[in-house]
């Protein structure tokens, strides 16, 4: 398996701008996580889905973000319009979760998100 | 989820085993510790879990105390490339998120 895949790697953008990242979870898993990290702050939850279903989204910052999931394989984060303090890496995480699941997170190589 | 403390930064000898303490005195019955390492601009990887007892698997073992309130992490012949972040945390099996707290960020020294 190829692993979760996010795209782009590396985004420059000018404040103001839209943002859309991608995410390609690992085949068969049915959660999904989005991660943001800074210096600051760390490691911290954004959102994440369980069947595509949005369960947990009280880490996203404010209305400029936003995240979809419009089937098993595919999740997007839009910030619009972004600003320069939502400089950081984005990470995706998918895991299994049901009978038999030990619930560990898989995460993707991150994509690192610069606003000028 | 409960709170779990580590020392902010650890350094070790190539070769030998790293030993990285966790306490975590307010947990659950059922929740249970997992650790996680970074390595440098990589995403968390996840390294091991466990509830009660002592876990071991190709990467490390988990050696959990009889009261549940701490654990240690074991790497028994550290390489320079386990070099990392290393985060403990404590939730329930099925539940969801995972909070990081600031971990230890261990150095392997040749």
């Known amino acids: 398996d190829a692993g979760v895949i996010q795209s782009p790697r590396h985004e420059v953008t000018e404040m103001g701008q839209e943002v859309t990242l991608r995410c390609k979870p690992i085949?068969?898993?049915?959660?999904l996580f989005w991660y943001r990290q800074t210096m600051m702050r760390g490691l911290e939850l954004l959102i994440y889905?369980?069947?595509?279903?949005?369960?947990?989204d009280s880490g996203m910052p404010e209305d400029r973000f936003s995240a979809k999931m419009p089937n098993a394989s595919f999740s997007t984060l839009k910030i619009q319009p972004s600003e320069p303090r939502d400089s950081a890496v984005y990470f995706c995480a998918s895991s299994f979760t049901g009978t038999g699941s030990s619930y560990e997170q898989y995460f993707g190589p991150g994509t690192r998100l610069t606003v000028t | 989820d409960a709170k779990t403390t580590q020392p902010p930064s650890m350094d070790c000898a190539e070769g030998r085993a790293a030993n990285l303490p966790c306490n975590h005195s307010t947990i659950s019955g059922n929740e249970y510790v997992y650790w996680y390492r970074q390595i440098h601009s990589q995403g968390p990887q996840y390294i091991i879990h466990?509830?009660?007892n002592n876990e071991t698997n190709e990467m490390a073992s988990l050696i959990i105390t009889e009261d549940r309130k701490s654990s240690t992490l074991i790497l028994p012949h550290a390489t320079l490339r386990d070099t990392a972040v290393y985060y403990c945390i404590v939730r329930v099996a099925g539940g969801g998120k995972l909070i990081f707290g600031q971990g230890t960020e261990l150095s392997v020294k040749p």
């Open positions: 889905f369980n069947n595509n279903v949005p369960i947990d």
């Open positions: 466990g509830l009660k």
């Open positions: 085949s068969g898993h049915n959660s």
